[in-house]
C-alpha cells in the first residue's frame, strides 16, 4: 500500500494562509489523493481530494506536485475552526482508505 | 438530509461482556466503513462492505470482531467477550460509490470503554 508521510504538528496565526504538506513518493498512477481533517470529537470530515491536477473548493485548494510525490493542502485564511488533524491518504478505491498519524494544526488567534 | 448515524454515543462494558454498535449509513450509500481509533492515534480500518457484501475484513484485530449489513443498509459491529484493549472510539462512514473519486461521511463514533 502507498504511504504518506506528514509532519506530527503545525503551527499558523488566525487569518494567515497555512500549507500542510504531504508526502507520498510510492504513489501509483490510480491512486487520489485525499484528506480529511478531524475536529476534537468528531468523526473525520472531508476536505478535499484530486488526481493530477490542483484542485479547489469552498474550504481549501489542493496543490499537486507534477511528479506526484508531494501535495500541499492550503488552507487560505485560518480560523479557529481549522484547529484539527488532517490526514492526507491516498486511494485506488475507497476501501483502501488507510489513515496514518497526520498533522495537527494548532491555529493560535 | 441526516448524516451518518452511531449508536449509542457512549457505551462502557464489563470485560467479558459482549457489545454491538450500530450504523445507520446516508440512505442509498453503497460503500460502508469500520474504524477503530484509540486515544491520540489515527483511526485504524476495520471492515468494509459493498452493499451487502462485505469484501475487506482484513483489518479486524481478532475473530471476537464481526461485523454484517445484512440489507445493504444498516451495519452492526459486534465484539464478544471485550477486552481492556477494545476500548476506543468505533467510527462508521459511508460513501455513495466504490470509487476513489468520491468522499466517505463519518459519523461521530461510539466510544467503548472496557472496564
Known amino acids: 500500500d502507498a504511504k504518506t508521510t506528514q509532519p506530527n504538528s503545525m503551527e499558523s496565526n488566525e487569518e494567515e494562509p497555512v500549507h500542510l504538506p504531504c508526502n507520498h513518493s510510492?504513489?501509483?498512477?490510480?491512486?487520489?489523493i485525499h484528506w480529511y481533517r478531524q475536529l476534537p470529537s468528531q468523526g473525520p470530515e472531508y476536505v478535499i481530494h484530486g488526481l493530477t491536477s490542483n484542485v479547489n473548493n469552498r474550504m481549501a485548494s489542493l496543490a499537486i506536485a507534477e511528479d506526484r510525490k508531494s501535495s500541499t493542502l492550503i488552507l487560505h485564511r485560518a480560523t479557529l475552526r481549522d484547529a484539527a488533524v488532517y490526514y492526507c491518504i491516498l486511494g485506488p478505491n475507497n476501501n483502501d482508505m488507510r489513515f496514518g498519524a497526520g498533522t495537527r494544526l494548532t491555529v493560535k488567534p | 438530509g441526516a448524516g451518518v448515524s452511531q449508536s449509542p454515543r457512549y457505551k462502557v462494558a464489563k470485560r467479558g461482556q459482549d457489545v454491538a454498535l450500530r450504523c445507520d449509513p446516508i440512505?442509498?450509500?453503497?460503500?460502508l466503513f469500520w474504524y477503530q481509533q484509540a486515544l491520540g492515534q489515527g483511526p485504524e480500518f476495520l471492515t468494509y462492505f459493498q452493499n451487502e457484501a462485505q469484501l475487506d475484513k482484513s483489518g479486524l484485530p481478532s475473530d471476537r470482531f464481526f461485523a454484517e449489513r445484512p440489507e445493504g443498509s444498516v451495519s452492526t459491529l459486534k465484539i464478544q467477550r471485550t477486552q481492556q484493549e477494545d476500548s476506543a472510539v468505533y467510527l462508521c462512514?459511508?460513501?455513495?460509490?466504490?470509487?476513489?473519486?468520491?468522499?466517505?461521511?463519518f459519523g461521530q463514533g461510539t466510544r467503548l470503554t472496557v472496564v
Open positions: 510510492t504513489i501509483s498512477g490510480t491512486d487520489y
Open positions: 440512505s442509498g450509500h453503497v460503500s
Open positions: 462512514a459511508s460513501s455513495p460509490g466504490q470509487g476513489a473519486n468520491t468522499e466517505a461521511f
